[in-house]
T-cell receptor, first 114, second 114 residues
Framework: GEQVEQRPPHLSVREGDSAVITCTYT??????FFWYKQEPGASLQLLMK?????EINEGQGFTVLLNKKDKRLSLNLTAAHPGDSAAYFC?????????????FGAGTRLKVIA | AQTIHQWPVAEIKAVGSPLSLGCTIK??????LYWYWQATGGTLQQLFY??????VESVVQLNLSASRPKDDQFILSTEKLLLSHSGFYLC?????????????FGHGTKLSVL
């Protein structure tokens, strides 16, 4: 089945710096890709969805890049601020008839130092 | 707008006691429903999914069971809790359709088994 590797597990950056988190996946037929943010004790907040037909998505303060050839998904937080401190998870799925599974990466604990 | 409600917010239970966690989705008919488990500091593990009333598929066996008695309700239960059941349980729903596919999470239930 699908396997997702997320790196790095922990990341500490200074305020204003960028932070890059990367996930690699194994199933070439994966179609749905999501990035989530989880603050301590809270649930998961959807940051961005990426479909296989889209390579770059820009959100508020971050960019998501999908490289289908290398089976790699990355989240780039530009100009990080302390409010970005949280755990970030990628999720990869191939939802179709008989298969409704999303596999999550192990998470990246980001700390932004003021 | 769709809303997802989980109950209870937190539970402290004894080993060997029964458990029932619930999830209700409002504002969306026939959603795909999911149960996830997250160990403290860990990633999310999909437990079950359901695409229609009365039909539940198991992804990982953790001595838990799930049921979908109504279109908008998903129940997670066990007759005998283990220490390893401690963690954060998250219910999620998704809509079908490639362009609209999203995976949204409830606020979660924190379970402590003592």
């Amino acid at each position: 089945g699908e396997q997702v590797e997320q790196r790095p597990p922990h990341l500490s950056v200074r305020e204003g710096d960028s932070a890059v988190i990367t996930c690699t996946y194994t199933d070439p037929n994966s179609y749905y890709f999501f990035w989530y943010k989880q603050e301590p004790g809270a649930s998961l907040q959807l940051l961005m969805k990426v479909f296989s037909s889209t390579e770059i998505n820009e959100g508020q303060g971050f960019t998501v890049l999908l490289n289908k050839k290398d089976k790699r998904l990355s989240l780039n937080l530009t100009a990080a601020h302390p409010g970005d401190s949280a755990a970030y998870f990628c999720a990869v799925g191939r939802v179709n008839t008989g298969n409704y599974k999303y596999v999550f990466g192990a998470g990246t604990r980001l700390k932004v130092i003021a | 707008a769709q809303t997802i409600h989980q109950w209870p917010v937190a539970e402290i239970k004894a080993v060997g006691s029964p458990l029932s966690l619930g999830c209700t989705i409002k504002g969306k008919s026939s959603p795909n429903l999911y149960w996830y488990w997250q160990a403290t500091g860990g990633t999310l593990q999909q437990l079950f999914y359901s695409i229609t009333v009365g039909q539940v598929e198991s992804v990982v066996q953790l001595n838990l069971s799930a049921s979908r008695p109504k279109d908008d309700q998903f129940i997670l239960s066990t007759e005998k809790l283990l220490l390893s059941h401690s963690g954060f349980y998250l219910c999620a729903w998704s809509s079908t359709g490639r362009a609209n596919e999203r995976l949204f999470f409830g606020h979660g239930t924190k379970l402590s088994v003592l």
